[in-house]
């Protein structure tokens, strides 16, 4: 492991020139002069701990091999025998997407498109564009169109959530096993290898790497250095500092992208997405999520009668897991947007590198909280069994998907750096 470099914050010089590329922290908003980095190393903020640039040599090179394997593992996981059920000489089986179109066919077409975006959509075209960004960049003659399909997979990024379903599926199998003798096919391990290869494509790649590499190539021009008599701004496509042009509004000079010295009404979207998720989370408890009937009669599970089943059940780990995932942290993750949004707007001093940590863990973990929703496509996919056993989806669960998304997409909508701005920390 070699050292991070030495960083220092960007440096006002008359003639506009440094020893490196300036780079701005997408965090805390901090300008530093970042060197040429050696092999292995990564640059981060000095002020805050964020990672601004890690530089592997091989790194490309690595990410494209990942990419090829993981669609060749898609179209095993889609091809391959998935998951069967089989009870009292039935037998149900069920594919990547049955679950799906049994949320389809039950009428939640909300939540089907929920879980077609993404266990089904966006991890493919995520490998699909790395896939052809990446092999692009190994020709001879790049096409020109390969920094915007960039911009496309890089959006796709956190959408994609093949190891929350892997989480799903686990928990949906425990929950079987009581119930029938659940077979395992070979498209499930597919689907485990998929997500072993979306996370080593994800981790071997680095933006800043890419985006140089463009530059390089000549796909892209070469950025002009930053004039620090001139006002400039963090690109929020590809990370690029550039100044702003005369009028203060204009495109990115390396990816096109329209360029804001912070989120447009950060505050304002962020609290309505936060409200938004409240009112929503109180019928995704109330209501059921899941019915399951066997033999003719049974009662609907809300989330908490779900941990409390698997608890009654002597699988309290899983129960933990549940509870952690689709009750603590939607709540927590309501409480911290909240907090950020107060402690902002009341221009806070104190703590503010702890409060971009929590921005930070606030924006990792809230996908997880998906979990719930994969089991119940998953259940309601297999255990359609007429008399026997039937598994039918509830309104709760479409309440609690909307409830994981707009959390999502609230995180995404706060800018961190606002917080550091009202503290009197950036004077840009």
């Not at 498109?113 to 993404?118: D, E, H, I, K």
Request: charged share 15%; glycine share 8%.
């Amino acid at each position: 492991m070699h050292p991070s470099p030495d960083l220092t914050a960007a440096p006002d010089r008359e003639d506009g020139a440094s020893p490196g590329r300036v780079m701005e922290c997408h965090e805390c908003g901090l300008r530093h002069v970042v060197p040429r980095l050696v092999d292995g190393t990564a640059a981060r903020c000095v002020r805050c701990g964020a990672l601004l640039h890690r530089f592997r040599a091989t790194s490309l090179d690595h990410a494209f091999a990942y990419a090829c394997a993981g669609l060749v593992f898609f179209l095993m996981a889609n091809f391959l025998p998935f998951i069967s059920l089989e009870i009292s000489g039935r037998v149900q089986a069920a594919s990547l997407v049955t679950g799906i179109f049994a949320l389809y066919g039950q009428g939640l077409w909300e939540l089907a498109a929920v879980v077609a975006l993404t266990m089904f959509v966006a991890p493919a075209l995520r490998l699909g564009t790395l896939f052809l960004v990446l092999g692009g960049l190994r020709l001879k003659r790049p096409p020109r169109w390969l920094p915007q399909l960039y911009r496309w997979a890089v959006l796709l990024g956190p959408w994609a959530m093949i190891e929350v379903y892997m989480l799903g599926v686990f928990v949906a199998y425990v929950k079987l096993l009581d119930l029938a003798t659940v077979v395992v096919g070979p498209g499930l391990y597919s689907v485990g290898a998929l997500m072993l290869a979306i996370i080593a494509a994800g981790t071997a790649l680095d933006t800043e790497t890419v985006w140089q590499e463009f530059e390089r190539r000549g796909l892209i021009p070469r950025p002009p250095p930053v004039d620090p008599r001139r006002p400039a701004c963090l690109c929020h496509a590809c990370g690029l500092v550039s100044n702003l042009p005369a009028g203060g509004h204009g495109g990115c000079p390396r990816c096109g992208a329209a360029l804001h010295r912070r989120r447009p009404e950060s505050l304002t979207r962020t609290w309505a997405l936060v409200v938004t998720a409240i009112i929503l989370y109180i019928p995704a408890n109330l209501f059921p999520v899941m019915t399951v009937i066997s033999l003719g009669s049974g009662a609907p599970d809300t989330i908490i009668s779900g941990v409390i089943e698997l608890a009654d059940a002597g699988m309290w780990p899983l129960a933990a897991l549940v509870f952690f995932a689709s009750i603590t942290v939607p709540v927590l993750k309501l409480i911290g947007l909240i907090l950020l949004l107060v402690s902002t707007q009341r221009g806070a001093r104190r703590h503010l590198r702890d409060r971009t940590v929590l921005y930070r863990i606030v924006e990792a973990v809230g996908r997880w909280s998906m979990i719930d929703i994969f089991m119940i496509s998953i259940l309601v996919a297999l255990v359609q069994l007429g008399e026997l056993a039937t598994i039918e989806p509830g309104i709760g669960a479409v309440s609690f998907a909307a409830v994981v998304i707009i959390t999502m997409v609230a995180a995404m909508s706060f800018d961190p750096r606002l917080m550091w701005d009202a503290a009197g920390e950036n004077h840009d």
